[in-house]
T-cell receptor, first 115, second 111 residues
Framework: KAGVTQTPRYLIKTRGQQVTLSCSPI?????VSWYQQTPGQGLQFLFE???????NKGNFPGRFSGRQFSNSRSEMNVSTLELGDSALYLC??????????????FGPGTRLTVL | AQSVAQPEDQVNVAEGNPLTVKCTYS??????LFWYVQYPNRGLQFLLK??????LVKGSYGFEAEFNKSQTSFHLKKPSALVSDSALYFC?????????FGGGTRLMVKP
């Protein structure tokens, strides 16, 4: 079974630009969550999607948005990039996210650098 | 607000010795608790979880964790450390419809 894939793996952008990151979950997984990992703030939850609906959102500004498609693939968008958005963005999928009983499977991440 | 604490930024242990990576949590209700490991330039890999039942949970690669409700702790343990266990370890708690992570503990196993 293929794991969670994320594209691109590395991205360099400049301040003010916008970026879209993509995540393909494990086949059969309907829940996709996104996390931001930085040395200073650690791992922070961005949002979770289940069956094309955003079910939960972390404490991030509206510049961060996402969506999920009918095939469970998900995209995350960051508009008006700031230097502080430089981070490793991790996507994780699980069978279903409502109960939290199922472990999440993480992709390798997209390393975003904002110059 | 829920939180997960990993009080040690780094743990050093000699190969063959037992290891413990500490985790405490503060969440409402009965949490689901997880341990993940991250190797350089990789995503997180699931090690083990506590949902309910036996307080001692066994996981991948010989790791186990002990859930202690009274101390609100979920320490990760392994009887005999390997050099290949050197990595970044994260404790996490699922509550309030989200997974909250601790700050991570870097485990260094020396030959």
């Amino acid at each position: 079974k293929a794991g969670v894939t994320q594209t691109p793996r590395y991205l360099i952008k400049t301040r003010g630009q916008q970026v879209t990151l993509s995540c393909s979950p494990i086949s059969g997984h309907r829940s996709v969550s996104w996390y931001q990992q930085t040395p200073g703030q650690g791992l922070q939850f961005l949002f979770e999607y289940f069956s094309e609906t955003q079910r939960n959102k972390g404490n991030f500004p509206g510049r961060f948005s996402g969506r999920q498609f009918s095939n469970s693939r998900s995209e995350m968008n960051v508009s008006t990039l700031e230097l502080g958005d430089s981070a490793l963005y991790l996507c994780a999928s699980s069978l279903e996210g409502t109960s939290g009983r199922n472990e999440q499977f993480f992709g390798p991440g997209t390393r975003l650098t904002v110059l | 607000a829920q939180s997960v604490a990993q009080p040690e930024d780094q743990v050093n242990v000699a190969e063959g010795n037992p290891l413990t990576v500490k985790c405490t949590y503060s969440v409402s209700g009965n949490p689901y608790l997880f341990w993940y490991v991250q190797y350089p330039n990789r995503g997180l890999q699931f090690l083990l979880k506590y949902i309910t039942g036996d307080n001692l949970v066994k996981g991948s690669y010989g790791f186990e964790a002990e859930f202690n409700k009274s101390q609100t702790s979920f320490h990760l343990k392994k009887p005999s450390a390997l050099v290949s266990d050197s990595a970044l370890y994260f404790c996490a708690a699922y509550a309030g419809n989200m997974l909250t992570f601790g700050g991570g503990t870097r485990l260094m196993v020396k030959p």
